[in-house]
């Protein structure tokens, strides 16, 4: 055994002296570190970068089997999910890993932001961040892609879309985008390129610049309330710290990292083996039209900013908000680079911090049961309540009849079932009188179609017949409009 | 100093700078010799002239989808008995610049609808909002969106939701009892079809 032992040592040193890089290992081994940063807040960033090495892993090993040509990608997607040993498993994890991968780099870019370490001398560092930032985003989009399925197909018609909104390159950035005039093979050919050597290259040069940067220029203090940084004294008093109360990196601060990491890994293989792959879906044949795409959960927010936006804004926002976003995180070390870095005294951060994490979730909670989409089935498929229905004449459940063939329902809710895009409609004989639920029906409004020439005179009858049962038992329906009404004396 | 033993007694190499900084050995440093200079501005101008001559074929590459980006080509849909008069349908037709490995997405699907013996629209699938694939519920006659709640009429106009405009319409043709379009480039606002 020590004989054994002796021989791998003698090949180590051997290796050694020609590489020589086991002094720089364990320099930044032992390199010191404020005391204070030895904690649980600081595990963020390590995590991220192992999910990264995952993500690299089961990558490659997918690659082995998946086929990226658009006539085979979604068979191969399926052998893999049906046929070889543990490969639904690596699906799953690669999925899973991503969706850890991005939640963990927002945690730590908050914690770092909350902590003001993007100040003085670290701007470089923040700055690199945000490039990974981008890319990790642009590895969850591109990857999403690569699960060649309907979805993947109407997100990319959705991004074309998107694109050709840019005023006069429009057009030249669609073609870019896919690859062609239209989505085909060589869309998903060079979002492959895109997904497995473009942007991991640039991942992780820049993953490897960012961690050299944050060896070298020394990890981030432990902000204390009113400790000023200046340019003048900053660096001095950041070496007095790691000289005066430092402790070694490895295994002082290290060991959390170590234990967390591990427990991530952990975490997302529990995921991966409980909940198993994302999908595919359907087979990206456009002739399948029965269906509504949807993002993956990162980007539901989008999806959902789209839809509750005016219209006459949309087009502004889409094209100025993300540039707008993206150079005020770049700028940011330069607009506050000295000062104070505490979260304590810095309630506008918090502030910025709160309101961007309760929009995202909120805007991701829209996305994910999206209100303002039909129910594109409701009117066939779901049926209405008997009390809806009870006690109605003739013409009044011709006008129920009515109501259910036009496909009202996919859009108004009656008895809790419908679509949510417009207003629910068991009440709707207390707030419009007859004569206001004909004009509705026949002119519709900006968010309603106007069924004018599309309803015979009598279904309009009937239906508005119908409309006027929809009232509580002990209030009674509208006579006067209510404006009316109101303006009268 | 330029060298150090290490352990094992291989000579560890210490990377110097070539012309030595002042000192007792280089009392006063000595003019640059032009001709090294020469060959490096020879060798920093043939770099650029090779990167430039590389870059051409590269950049004329990547930018070769704008080539085609427009081009668009008639294609058949299906014969005019396909098509019943007052009715609107979901049929396919073949992208007119396919390739081999395409798969399902060398098929696009649109809307034809025929309102008297000789007079179609062809519309497309794709919303004019964000392009998801709208769906034709003759009973009200209204195209809906499924993203995010656009509704158009029959004839393609914009009812009401986020759409800017109407339905893209393609161009079309009867040749010998057959209907043909235009097709072959996405619809956008950017290139309506």
């Known amino acids: 055994m020590d004989r054994w032992l002796s021989k791998v040592g003698k090949v180590g040193t051997w290796l050694d002296a020609r590489l020589q890089v086991g002094g720089t290992i364990r320099d930044?081994?032992?390199?010191?570190?404020?005391?204070?940063?030895?904690?649980?807040?600081?595990?963020?960033?390590?995590?991220?970068?192992?999910?990264?090495?995952?993500?690299?892993?089961?990558?490659i090993l997918l690659a082995l089997v998946y086929v990226p040509s658009a006539a085979d990608a979604w068979q191969s997607l399926q052998v893999l999910n049906h046929q070889i040993a543990f490969s639904w498993f690596l699906r799953a994890v690669h999925g899973w890993g991503s969706n850890f991968m991005v939640a963990l780099l927002l945690i730590h870019m908050?914690?770092?932001?909350?902590?003001?370490?993007?100040?003085?001398?670290?701007?470089?560092?923040?700055?690199?961040?945000?490039?990974?930032l981008l890319l990790t985003l642009g590895m969850a989009f591109t990857g999403q892609i690569m699960r060649f399925d309907a979805d993947a197909y109407w997100g990319l018609g959705i991004g074309a879309s998107v694109s050709a909104r840019v005023p006069f390159v429009g057009s030249w950035l669609v073609g870019l985008l896919l690859g062609g005039p239209i989505i085909a093979g060589q869309t998903l050919s060079r979002f492959f390129a895109l997904h497995v050597f473009v942007v991991p290259g640039l991942l992780i040069g820049a993953a490897l610049v960012h961690v050299l940067l944050v060896v070298k220029v020394g990890i981030n203090e432990?902000?204390?309330?009113?400790?000023?940084?200046?340019?003048?004294?900053?660096?001095?008093?950041?070496?007095?710290?790691?000289?005066?109360?430092?402790?070694?990196?490895?295994?002082?601060?290290?060991?959390?990292?170590?234990?967390?990491?591990?427990?991530?890994?952990?975490?997302?293989?529990?995921?991966?083996?409980?909940?198993?792959p994302f999908g595919p879906s359907g087979r990206p044949d456009p002739r399948m039209i029965d269906i509504a795409p949807k993002p993956d959960v990162f980007f539901l927010w989008m999806y959902a900013a789209l839809a509750l936006l005016p219209a006459e804004l949309e087009t502004a926002l889409i094209l100025i908000v993300p540039v707008v976003a993206i150079a005020a995180l770049l700028l940011l070390p330069f607009i506050s680079g000295t000062g104070e870095k505490s979260w304590k005294r810095r309630p506008f951060a918090v502030l910025v911090v709160v309101l961007l994490a309760s929009g995202f979730i909120a805007l991701t909670w829209l996305g994910l049961q999206p209100p303002w989409s039909p129910s594109m089935t409701a009117w066939s498929g779901t049926p209405l309540p008997p009390r809806l229905l009870k006690e109605r004449t003739p013409l009044e459940l011709q006008g129920a009849l009515v109501f259910q063939n036009k496909q009202c329902r996919n859009c108004h809710a009656l008895g809790g079932t419908g679509g949510?895009?417009?207003?629910?409609?068991?009440?709707?004989?207390?707030?419009?009188?007859?004569?206001?639920?004909i004009r509705q029906v026949l002119q519709g409004s900006g968010e309603m179609p106007a069924y004018g020439d599309h309803l015979h005179p009598a279904e309009v009858a009937a239906l508005v017949s119908y409309l006027e049962t929809l009232h509580p038992p002990h209030q009674p329906a509208a006579r006067v409009s209510a404006a009316s009404s109101g303006s009268s004396p | 100093m330029s060298q150090d033993e290490s352990s094992t007694g291989l000579p560890v190499l210490q990377h110097a700078t070539v012309r030595s900084a002042p000192g007792p050995e280089n009392p006063t440093p000595k003019p640059p010799v032009p001709r090294r200079n020469f060959l490096l501005r020879v060798g920093i101008g043939l770099s650029a002239l090779a990167g430039a001559?590389?870059?051409?074929?590269?950049?004329?590459?990547?930018?070769?989808?704008?080539?085609?980006?427009?081009?668009?080509?008639?294609?058949?849909?299906?014969?005019?008995?396909?098509?019943?008069?007052?009715?609107?349908?979901?049929?396919?037709?073949?992208?007119?610049?396919?390739?081999?490995?395409?798969?399902?997405?060398?098929?696009?699907?649109?809307?034809?609808?025929?309102?008297?013996?000789?007079?179609?629209?062809?519309?497309?699938?794709?919303?004019?909002?964000?392009?998801?694939?709208?769906?034709?519920?003759?009973?009200?006659?209204?195209?809906?969106?499924?993203?995010?709640?656009?509704?158009?009429?029959?004839?393609?106009?914009?009812?009401?939701?986020?759409?800017p405009r109407g339905l893209f319409e393609y161009q079309w043709q009867i040749r010998r009892d057959e209907l043909w379009v235009r097709?072959?480039?996405?619809?956008?606002?950017?290139t309506p079809a």
């Not at chain 2, 097709?183 to 956008?188: A, C, E, H, K, Q």
């Open chain 2, 183 to 190: 097709g072959g480039v996405l619809p956008t606002l950017a």
């Open chain 1, 222 to 276: 432990w902000p204390m309330p009113g400790r000023l940084v200046t340019r003048k004294t900053y660096l001095a008093r950041y070496q007095r710290q790691v000289h005066e109360d430092g402790v070694p990196f490895v295994p002082d601060a290290f060991q959390r990292d170590l234990v967390f990491s591990a427990l991530i890994i952990l975490v997302v293989l529990v995921c991966a083996a409980v909940f198993g």
């Open chain 1, 110 to 132: 908050s914690q770092v932001f909350l902590f003001g370490a993007f100040k003085y001398p670290r701007e470089l560092t923040w700055m690199i961040g945000v490039g990974l």
């Open chain 2, 53 to 163: 001559a590389a870059s051409v074929p590269i950049v004329g590459y990547l930018l070769s989808p704008l080539r085609n980006a427009g081009k668009r080509d008639w294609v058949r849909v299906g014969a005019l008995s396909e098509f019943p008069i007052g009715e609107t349908r979901l049929t396919t037709f073949a992208n007119p610049s396919s390739e081999a490995w395409d798969g399902p997405t060398a098929m696009v699907p649109c809307y034809v609808r025929r309102m008297a013996n000789d007079r179609f629209q062809v519309f497309a699938v794709n919303c004019a909002h964000l392009g998801c694939p709208v769906r034709w519920f003759p009973e009200s006659g209204l195209f809906m969106c499924p993203c995010h709640g656009g509704v158009y009429y029959d004839d393609g106009s914009r009812a009401s939701g986020p759409p």
């Open chain 1, 28 to 59: 930044t081994m032992a390199h010191p570190v404020p005391r204070d940063t030895a904690s649980w807040f600081y595990v963020f960033g390590s995590a991220t970068f192992v999910l990264m090495v995952i993500q690299f892993v089961t990558g």
């Open chain 1, 420 to 437: 949510d895009r417009g207003p629910p409609l068991d009440n709707v004989a207390v707030h419009l009188t007859r004569d206001q639920l």
